[in-house]
């Protein structure tokens, strides 16, 4: 269990490798957050488009991230790669069948 009483930042939480674990970490503390858009969590999820895109708030970046799903293969748009932490990110939320009530 790691329920930690100190406020912990997200930089000292997830080291900045950009990498699918990170994502997956991040991922983790986003649904410990209940959704919530919180500058603690590293990664928040904005839109999910099942087997489509899957858009994200990078806190640490700063900025919306989306990554494109193409053929149940996720793909960032913003690292152009398969392997960065937003991948592994939407590879959970695709995971979990998270669906978006529009
Ligand atoms: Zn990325």
């Given at each position: 269990m790691r329920k930690s009483t100190q406020p912990v930042s997200s930089s000292t939480l997830v080291v900045?490798?950009?990498?699918v674990d990170e994502g997956v970490i991040a991922f983790g503390l986003w649904l410990n957050f209940e959704g919530k858009d919180s500058p603690a969590v590293p990664i928040t999820m904005k839109k999910f488009d099942q087997n489509r895109e899957v858009v994200l708030h990078d806190n640490v970046l700063q900025k919306d991230v989306s990554v494109g799903i193409v053929e149940g293969v996720p793909i960032c748009n913003?690292?152009?790669?398969?392997?960065c932490a937003h991948v592994g990110f939407a590879i959970c939320a695709e995971q979990m069948h998270f669906s978006s009530r529009a």
């Open positions: 900045r490798n950009n990498n913003e690292c152009r790669t398969n392997d």
